[in-house]
């Protein structure tokens, strides 16, 4: 009866519930349910399974969370890849793929840290259109924390976009395969770092582990 004006969320946390499997005409798909109270929110494990699902979901229809990282720290002590670890946007960055969800109170939140989220969030605001109606193709290995990962996008005209994400280590430069040929410009969106063009590849250069790239790439 609402001609379409009601979105429903499946969740499939756990158990066996439908969703990707078996009810892709509803609404975004609730990834996860996780809390720092229990121990079981790692954003590295979040990115892990946003770009594994990825490869045969649209991360657009993936409802993935970014949490409150300065709560509970102190269950994670000595994890060298802890929420807090990472910083607030390097979090919204790290799901801004997919249709992210802010899981927390935001009125909890600690001074500055929704404003540092909201910088980026204007910018991924302003590009959101073009991402989405593009497909977009995981890169690099599969998110543990230690290696190289992120996502392009393609589609047959105009620019695309690309976000990477540097693990922990001294390696700060990670090159991209991109699908289409020719690429003339890289302009930097956001994050701390730059961008290049090398040999029709995109080049990133990240300054700060744990950090990102958000990068569009001209044609």
């Known amino acids: 009866r609402s001609e379409g004006a009601i ?24 990834v996860e349910n996780r809390y720092t109270e ?27 969370e970014f949490l409150n ?4 720290q102190e269950k994670y002590a000595g994890d060298p890849l802890a929420p807090a670890a990472y910083a607030p946007e390097a979090l919204f960055a790290m799901v801004m793929m997919s249709s992210p969800l802010a899981w927390f109170e935001m009125s909890n939140a600690p001074a500055g840290y929704v404003g540092r989220i909201g910088e980026l969030v204007r910018v991924w605001k302003a590009h959101r259109e073009q991402i989405f109606s593009s ?6 290995d599969e998110p543990d924390g230690y290696s190289w990962s992120g ?40 994050g701390e770092g730059r961008a290049t063009i090398d040999s029709g590849r995109l080049v990133v250069e990240v300054d700060r582990p744990l950090g990102y790239a958000f990068v569009r790439v001209g044609f």
Do not use: C
């Not at 990282?69 to 509970?72: F, G, S, V």
């Open 151 to 190: 996502f392009v996008t393609s589609r047959p005209a105009g620019d695309l976009y690309a976000v990477a994400y540097r693990p922990l280590g001294e390696q700060s430069v990670f090159s991209i395969d991109l699908p289409r040929k020719n690429p003339r410009s890289a302009a930097w969106l956001h």
């Open 135 to 140: 497909s977009i193709v995981p890169v690099g």
């Open 38 to 64: 229990w121990h079981n929110y790692w954003p590295h494990h979040t990115l892990r399974n946003l770009w594994r699902l990825s490869h045969h979901v649209h991360p657009m229809r993936l409802r993935m």
């Open 69 to 72: 990282a300065a709560r509970n």
């Open 7 to 30: 979105t429903f969320d499946p969740d499939v946390t756990a158990e066996v519930r439908p969703g990707y499997w078996g009810q892709l005409r509803v609404g975004a798909i609730f």
